[in-house]
């Protein structure tokens, strides 16, 4: 016995609207994320944004922006941002990690000694957003990097 989906009458909470599409469809990375890491909507300030293909989405002023737009404007009105020997970093610079750093969802880490190019600065607590060889996008904290 089949059941219509266009005649049932479900409610699903703004806030849940994330859990209810992560478990019907196959999102990418960034919907995977779990809602505190995504940053709130840059128009209303709402923390329930959720991703939707290379979007972040708000479900309550369905405002759409990509992630690098929100990243940019955070740090024109940050601080400084410096590395583990006091040097100040900039977009664009070339970073080496100092130490083995353990990655989430990976058996290995990020070895120390590993050259990262064309950095990135946001706020937050991983104020460096880059992309790694073999690991791919993800974000570092300043305290474990030095400027090559």
């Known amino acids: 016995m089949g059941y219509c989906l266009a005649h049932a009458k479900i409610t699903i909470a703004p806030h849940c609207i994330h859990k209810a599409i992560a478990r019907n469809f196959s999102l990418p990375l960034l919907a995977k994320q779990p809602m505190s890491q995504l940053p709130p909507c840059p128009k209303c300030k709402c923390e329930y944004t959720y991703a939707d293909n290379?979007?972040?989405?708000?479900?309550?002023?369905?405002?759409?922006?990509?992630?690098?737009?929100?990243?940019?404007?955070?740090?024109?009105?940050?601080?400084?941002?410096?590395?583990?020997?006091?040097?100040?970093?900039?977009?664009?610079?070339?970073?080496?990690?100092?130490?083995?750093?353990?990655?989430?969802?990976?058996?290995?880490?990020?070895?120390?000694?590993?050259?990262?190019k064309n950095i990135k600065l946001v706020n937050g607590d991983h104020n460096i957003a880059c992309k790694i060889d073999g690991f791919g996008a993800m974000g570092l904290k300043s305290e474990f990097v030095r400027k090559a």
């Open 54 to 116: 290379q979007l972040l989405v708000c479900p309550e002023c369905f405002h759409e922006w990509e992630p690098q737009q929100h990243a940019t404007k955070a740090v024109e009105t940050g601080a400084k941002i410096l590395d583990a020997n006091g040097n100040e970093l900039k977009d664009g610079d070339t970073i080496i990690v100092i130490k083995d750093l353990p990655v989430k969802g990976s058996s290995k880490p990020v070895k120390a000694g590993t050259k990262v």
